[in-house]
């Protein structure tokens, strides 16, 4: 990591450049503010350490310049306490962080190593980004194990037009999308897709939407209506919670399928149909073939080809991708709403019940009401935070062993007081440990090893 230090006092440049070096990093320095941008534009750094007050440029001046030369570097402002309400004001200008003065080494090494594992989260997130839109399903975001097996099964299904296919997955994984990608891969692309959602019309009106009907068939039949299915003609019909079709329903559609004909109702005219039927689920058909919940005849029909796609805490790899992807939506990539890399930690922990769609609906709220650059934990809301005791005992019962077990709720629980005694304590290091029992090292070494932040 390349650091460069932007600091008047040659004394305290000095000291700064020493202790990174030791550390491992890089290091640059300069006098004034003005010297630094000329040397971020030439060869610009991972990061700037700048203080607020020097010759020729200031701290927040320089954070000015590069905002507007479009330079995505982060910048650590330091500033005296005298002069906090310039950290405020660094913050709202686009800073990571800041640092009081006279500096502490400690502190100012955690800054760095957190503000580097987000760099390195952000350049992952790029990597990821770049290979996916080299996947045959760009519109489906991830790049985990089991999501890679469904989109094998998909593509290959996409290469027969003709071929059923069942998609599996609960509420918010993306059945339909992946429906859609199907039919947009396949020789039917330029065709319709024609989607109908089986759960959400009654089943009197799910007949009619469906296989359409001639005027006078019923009571308030006044005119012809094609259904969804002569809709779907030399395309594709999604048919999602296909489950729920009462077994009168689950009768029609088997002999559409079986004859490859349409008969609306009210009309003794047969059409011949040429479509492919996606199914889609979050029951299991077989198991409901075998309750006799669902048609044998109509299962094997429907479920020639079956992809599962994973719930979203099987894939937890593909998070900060969803969330870079998501932010990119909702928040037009800007500088502000960046999420922390404890955030992203404790948001990869979280068992999402409501998949994908969950995930989208939080980082869309949290973009709205965060109004700070970096979106940290504190920002999350309590049912992601605050794990119960339920949920600390399903993350011991898998361990090995005892031993293990232990040692599992044993951090758990050390973590979690530490953050409830440094959010009493407003983060303040020394009364925190005091209060609790520790050194200032010993803390700050336990605040390093459970990624808490001190904000």
């Known amino acids: 990591m390349r650091i460069l230090i932007a600091e008047d006092d040659s004394a305290i440049r000095k000291g700064i450049e020493a202790f990174l070096t030791s550390k491992g990093y890089d290091v640059e320095s300069t006098g004034d503010g003005q010297a630094a941008l000329d040397a971020c534009i030439k060869n610009p750094p991972d990061l700037i350490i700048s203080d607020v007050k020097m010759p020729r440029m200031t701290g927040l001046e320089l954070l000015e310049k590069i905002k507007a030369k479009e330079l995505k570097v982060p910048v650590l402002i330091m500033t005296a306490f005298a002069s906090l309400e310039n950290a405020v004001r660094a913050m709202k200008q686009g800073a990571e962080d800041y640092l009081p003065k006279p500096l502490n080494l400690e502190e100012l090494q955690l800054k760095v190593e ?26 489906i975001i991830g790049v985990s194990k089991k999501l890679k097996e469904a989109f094998r099964i998909a593509a290959s299904a996409a290469e027969d037009p003709d071929v059923p296919v069942m998609i599996y997955g609960g509420s918010g994984t993306g059945k339909e999308l992946a429906a859609r990608n199907i039919h ?16 959400a019309i009654p089943d009197s009106l799910l007949e009619s939407e469906l296989f359409g009907y001639r005027k006078g068939a019923f009571t308030g039949a006044y005119q012809n209506k094609d259904g969804v299915i002569k809709a779907a003609q030399k395309g594709t019909l999604f048919l999602d919670e296909v489950s729920e079709m009462s077994p009168r329903l689950q009768a029609l559609l088997l002999r559409v399928l079986q004859e490859k004909t349409l008969q609306p109702l009210g009309s003794t005219e047969l059409y011949k149909l040429d479509i492919r039927v996606i199914g889609a689920s979050n029951r299991n058909l077989r198991e409901m073939m075998e309750t006799q919940e669902f048609r044998e005849d109509l299962f094997y029909r429907l479920n020639v080809v079956e992809i599962l796609l994973p719930p979203l805490r099987e894939r937890r790899e593909d998070i900060p991708l969803l969330i870079d992807h ?18 992203i930690d404790i948001l990869q922990n979280y068992q999402w019940p409501g998949n994908i769609r969950e995930l989208e609906n939080l980082v869309r709220m ?48 050390e973590q979690d007081f530490i ?12 009364r925190t440990a ?5 050194s200032r090292v010993a803390l700050h070494k336990k605040i390093k090893e459970y990624k808490i932040s001190i904000e």
């Not at 947009?184 to 759960?199: E, M, Q, W, Y």
């Not at 932010?327 to 955030?343: L, R, V, W």
């Not at 650059?373 to 949920?391: C, D, F, Q, V, W």
Request: proline content about 4%.
């Open 114 to 139: 957190k503000i580097q594992k987000r760099q390195s989260l952000l350049n992952e997130n790029l990597s990821l980004r770049n290979r996916i839109n080299k996947l045959e399903f760009p519109e």
């Open 184 to 199: 947009k891969l396949s020789a039917r692309a330029d065709n319709p897709f024609i989607a109908v959602n089986c759960a």
């Open 326 to 343: 998501f932010k990119q939506i909702y928040g037009n990539d800007s500088p502000e709403g960046q999420f922390a890399a404890e955030t």
């Open 366 to 413: 949290l973009l709205v009401t965060c109004k700070d650059r970096t979106i940290s934990a504190a920002g999350l809301p309590k049912y992601i935070t605050e794990k119960s005791p339920s949920h600390l005992w399903n993350e011991t019962i898998n361990q090995s062993s005892l031993k293990s077990a232990l040692a599992s709720l044993t951090r758990n629980f």
């Open 419 to 430: 953050k409830k005694y440094l959010e009493k304590n407003s983060g303040n290091i020394s």
């Open 434 to 438: 005091d209060e609790i029992g520790l």
